[in-house]
């Protein structure tokens, strides 16, 4: 499928046009470059919970999410303890898996733990996939690369969960590291 248009007519990726919140996530977001490590932090964080979930679901809890996760802080997530576990599975407003809970915690140490001089940004620059071609449709997006692959298992390495290779994907095409948006995509010049 190539890109339709939207309510105002301009063409976007067909996934955009599911609902008013992914218009704005595609218009605004996806695909842009991101910059800080508690930005990238949470991109990361929300890509895991997003496992096995519509990615709707998490643009929805986001605001319950950045407050439940100290806005993604990871000096002040990778504090918590077992009653933030406990209060984390009481909200209502975030995904309450404790796999996940407990992942972003440990996340947050391990991002906290690499070395002097790495960062969340250089990991993820380290496995930007080489400039493609544009796709010209929905079937020509991977849903994972060898570089996500190398990624995730870099990921997993240093200490990080819930980043497997379609997440780690995710996470390089929700932050600019990648762009997926499809050739005809009015919005894709713009990442």
């Known amino acids: ?6 309510p105002d007519g301009r063409l976007r990726c067909p996934w955009a046009l599911g609902s008013a919140d992914y218009l704005a996530y595609h218009d605004t977001e996806w695909g842009r470059p991101v910059s800080g490590e508690a930005a990238l932090f949470e991109r990361l964080c929300l ?20 407050e439940a996760f100290s806005a993604f802080d990871p000096h002040r997530v990778a504090a918590y303890g077992e009653d933030d576990v406990a209060a984390l599975m009481g909200n209502p407003g975030i995904v309450r898996n404790e796999a996940k809970i407990r992942a972003t915690i440990g996340n947050a140490r391990a ?30 997006v991977p849903a994972e690369t060898g570089e996500s692959r190398s990624l995730s298992k870099e990921l997993r390495r240093r200490g990080f969960r819930f980043v497997g290779p379609v997440t780690a994907y995710a996470m390089l095409q929700a932050t600019g ?15």
């Not at 499928?1 to 939207?6: I, N």
């Not at 940004?121 to 380290?126: D, G, P, V, Y």
């Not at 590291?177 to 990442?191: I, K, M, P, Q, T």
């Open 1 to 6: 499928m190539t890109a339709l248009p939207g």
């Open 47 to 66: 890509e895991g919970f997003q496992a096995g979930l519509s990615w709707i679901t998490i643009l929805r809890k986001r605001e319950a999410f950045r």
């Open 111 to 140: 991002l906290l733990a690499l070395p002097e001089g790495e960062s969340l940004h250089a990991l993820l620059e380290k496995h930007r996939p080489p400039g493609k071609s544009a796709p010209k449709e929905l079937a020509e």
């Open 177 to 191: 590291y990648v762009n997926d948006h499809l050739a005809d995509c009015e919005f894709r010049s713009r990442g």
